[in-house]
């Protein structure tokens, strides 16, 4: 076989180093697995062991090829066994200057063309290759949890890192049954910096009392398609990880608006509510289930009022088709008479200015957020305003759930939940591309394969209309007032053109 790297040494041998070493084994090259902790590498190789054994009885490996990777999986006692070794992976703690001492020791040991590698998810490579003699031999090549199911991996050339080290890199993730995507050394390098638009805006919507946990996790399933709500998702990656890496991104990013973290999980974090490894997160556990309060039951209304839409709803003719088809009592006049609930379907903005720019009765005006086809979502999300009437709030509710369909009611919120999210994670991947962190297909390949979203954020932007996405942008900045919104040129320029997210410049 002939392949990039044949003694790999893997140093740390906890979840992340433990997964590395079963699919460089698997990859068909001699592994050594290291730790400060004997014990830990037993511990670890006992577990790998395990996992092929059970691949072998579910016949997804012989009992040749079990032998032939156990014996490759090898215990070493001091750096020094690791002197034969073509590619060397860190996978210790995210801790700048033990990183840079563990490279400095390793240099004295190693050949010279050994390729030096971390998994680090959040620190600069080049600044821990700083001080190492040959910075040329040294990457990032960072994996995901859980290593063997996880079918991505960045490799991420630092300031001085040779090209060839990255192609000898991504032909070994390769071997190794992974997809690699080439990423420059920037905070949260591809994944970690494109997962920031999906649960900071989400944090931003709960501390504006929009909707609670459960309804906002339920809309981004239900209307988006994501496998996890944002708060599901933190509590099983759990706080005393993901509140860091908001902070560290933040922070490496100079403060920048796009990235900023929340009080909510700050604190949440200091008081030890962490996530369901703990018990307790955004959601209770018990057995390790989430206990998730039950959804709102729909009104009943007897008298059900007219319904008048405005001109300006985004999809109208979708919407009057909807309520024809729901057996709404629809008025055509070109204003709402005086019993009539208004509708308006906004893009960015909040249902209260568009009831004052409109000149409608905000009593008895509601919104409705028609930004993906109604057809293609498993729930519809209202919005009131502080002066909706709480008859017209119920009227709307029953109306809109009359053929069974899930409906949330929130509160007021430039955007509801579904524009403010997609449009922070289309514009937070625009701008990356922007930047030159990667190209438009290695950034749609590591968010579907590393985020799990059910397609990448550039696709995604597309399906919705780069225009749409901006009228939500700009609309959103002039409710907020905050730069957090801006539209990047990136998409500006794409979106007044007519072009795909995905366009690259010649």
């Given at each position: 076989?002939?392949?990039a790297?044949?003694?790999?040494?893997?140093?740390?041998?906890?979840?992340?180093?433990?997964?590395?070493?079963q699919i460089?084994?698997?990859a068909?090259?001699?592994?050594?697995l290291y730790?400060?902790?004997?014990?830990?590498?037993?511990?670890?190789?006992?577990?790998?062991?395990?996992?092929?054994?059970?691949?072998?009885e579910?016949?997804?490996?012989?009992a040749?090829?079990?032998?032939?990777h156990?014996?490759?999986?090898?215990?070493a006692?001091s750096?020094?066994?690791l002197a034969?070794?073509?590619?060397?992976?860190?996978?210790i703690?995210?801790r700048?200057?033990?990183?840079?001492?563990l490279?400095?020791?390793?240099?004295?040991?190693?050949?010279?063309?050994?390729?030096?590698?971390?998994?680090t998810?959040s620190?600069s490579?080049?600044?821990?290759?700083?001080?190492?003699?040959?910075?040329?031999?040294?990457?990032?090549?960072?994996?995901f949890?859980?290593?063997?199911?996880m079918?991505v991996?960045?490799?991420?050339a630092?300031l001085?890192?040779d090209?060839?080290?990255?192609?000898?890199?991504?032909a070994f993730?390769k071997?190794m049954?992974?997809t690699?995507?080439?990423?420059?050394?920037?905070?949260?390098f591809?994944?970690?910096?494109?997962?920031?638009?999906?649960?900071?805006e989400?944090?931003?919507i709960?501390?504006e009392?929009?909707?609670?946990?459960?309804?906002?996790?339920r809309?981004?399933?239900d209307q988006?398609?994501?496998?996890?709500?944002?708060?599901?998702l933190?509590?099983?990656?759990a706080l005393?990880?993901?509140h860091?890496?908001?902070?560290?991104?933040?922070?490496?990013?100079?403060q920048?608006?796009?990235?900023?973290?929340?009080?909510?999980?700050?604190?949440?974090?200091?008081?030890g509510?962490?996530?369901?490894?703990?018990?307790?997160?955004?959601?209770?556990?018990v057995?390790?289930?989430?206990?998730?309060?039950?959804?709102?039951?729909?009104p009943?209304?007897?008298?059900?009022?007219?319904?008048?839409?405005?001109?300006?709803?985004t999809?109208r003719?979708?919407?009057?088709?909807?309520?024809?088809?729901?057996?709404a009592?629809?008025?055509?006049?070109?204003?709402?008479?005086?019993?009539?609930?208004?509708?308006?379907a906004?893009l960015?903005?909040?249902?209260?200015?568009?009831?004052v720019?409109?000149?409608?009765?905000?009593?008895?005006t509601?919104?409705i957020?028609?930004?993906f086809d109604?057809?293609?979502t498993?729930?519809?999300?209202?919005?009131?305003?502080?002066?909706?009437?709480?008859?017209?709030?119920e009227?709307?509710?029953?109306?809109?759930?009359r053929?069974?369909?899930?409906v949330?009611?929130?509160r007021?919120?430039?955007?509801?939940?579904?524009?403010?999210?997609?449009?922070?994670?289309v514009?937070i991947a625009?701008?990356?591309?922007q930047q030159?962190?990667?190209?438009?297909?290695?950034?749609?390949t590591?968010v579907?394969l590393?985020?799990?979203?059910p397609?990448?954020?550039?696709?995604?932007?597309?399906?919705?209309g780069?225009?749409n996405?901006?009228?939500?942008l700009?609309?959103?900045?002039?409710?907020?007032g905050?730069?957090?919104?801006?539209p990047?040129?990136?998409l500006?320029?794409?979106?007044?053109?007519g072009?795909?997210?995905?366009?690259?410049?010649?």
């Open positions: 076989m002939n392949l790297f044949k003694q790999v040494a893997i140093i740390g041998a906890g979840a992340m180093g433990r997964g590395i070493a460089a084994t698997q068909g090259s001699l592994v050594w730790d400060t902790q004997p014990e830990a590498v037993q511990k670890a190789r006992d577990a790998v062991f395990e996992q092929w054994d059970k691949m072998q579910k016949g997804r490996l012989t040749e090829a079990v032998t032939s156990k014996s490759r999986l090898l215990a006692s750096l020094q066994d034969a070794c073509d590619l060397v992976i860190e996978a703690v995210e700048l200057d033990i990183k840079q001492k490279f400095a020791e390793l240099e004295t040991v190693i050949q010279a063309d050994c390729v030096l590698v971390t998994n998810s620190l490579v080049t600044a821990i290759a700083a001080a190492l003699k040959r910075p040329a031999q040294f990457a990032g090549y960072h994996f949890n859980p290593v063997p199911l079918k991996v960045e490799v991420i630092g001085k890192t090209a060839a080290v990255c192609v000898q890199l991504t993730a071997a049954g992974h690699p995507v080439q990423a420059q050394d920037t905070p949260g591809i994944v970690n910096h494109a997962g920031r638009g999906y649960g900071t989400a944090l931003r709960v501390n009392g929009v909707a609670d946990f459960a309804t906002i996790d809309i981004l399933r988006v398609g994501f496998k996890l709500g944002p708060f599901e933190f509590d099983l990656t005393d990880v993901s860091p890496v908001m902070e560290s991104i933040y922070n490496q990013y100079y920048e608006p796009r990235y900023r973290p929340s009080v909510i999980t700050a604190q949440r974090l200091a008081g509510v962490v996530g369901k490894k703990v018990g307790e997160g955004f959601y209770k556990y057995q390790g289930k989430a206990q998730i309060p039950p959804e709102p039951t729909v009943q209304v007897n008298d059900m009022p007219p319904v008048w839409v405005s001109p300006r709803a999809r003719m979708e919407l009057l088709q909807l309520l024809k088809d729901l057996g009592q629809i008025e055509t006049g070109a204003s709402p008479s005086p019993i009539a609930l208004t509708l308006v906004p960015g903005f909040d249902v209260t200015t568009v009831a720019v409109e000149r409608l009765d905000p009593a008895r509601v919104g957020d028609m930004l109604d057809a293609a498993k729930r519809r999300v209202l919005a009131t305003n502080p002066a909706t009437r709480s008859d017209m709030r009227a709307a509710h029953a109306l809109f759930a053929d069974g369909k899930a949330s009611v929130i007021d919120s430039g955007g509801f939940v579904t524009q403010r999210v997609v449009g922070n994670i514009n625009s701008d990356m591309c030159g962190v990667c190209s438009p297909q290695d950034l749609e590591a579907t590393g985020l799990g979203y397609v990448g954020p550039l696709a995604m932007g597309n399906q919705l780069p225009t996405v901006l009228e939500v700009f609309n959103m900045q002039t409710v907020y905050d730069t957090r919104y801006r990047s040129p990136w500006r320029r794409r979106g007044a053109i072009l795909s997210l995905m366009h690259e410049e010649a």
